[in-house]
């Protein structure tokens, strides 16, 4: 699932949902990285605990 996050005032990266955080922040891959931030739209209850996401297992952060 493609999701938003806001990283600063005026960047914002769409990548695909990894998982969230107890803050509220979410991960998201962007093929080659990953970044967190805080969500456009607030997270659903399916997401906080979803499937392993490709980008857990690569250690290129």
């Given at each position: 699932?493609?999701?938003?996050?806001?990283?600063?005032?005026?960047?914002?990266?769409?990548?695909?949902?990894?998982?969230?955080?107890?803050?509220?922040?979410?991960?998201v891959?962007?093929?080659?990285?990953?970044?967190?931030g805080?969500?456009?739209?607030?997270?659903?209850?399916?997401?906080?605990?979803?499937?392993?996401?490709?980008?857990?297992?690569?250690?290129?952060a």
């Amino acid at each position: 699932m493609l999701r938003t996050v806001i990283v600063s005032n005026y960047i914002h990266v769409q990548g695909t949902f990894v998982r969230a955080l107890e803050d509220g922040d979410i991960m998201v891959c962007t093929g080659n990285r990953k970044f967190l931030g805080k969500p456009i739209n607030p997270i659903g209850p399916s997401e906080v605990c979803p499937t392993p996401h490709t980008c857990e297992t690569n250690t290129a952060a």
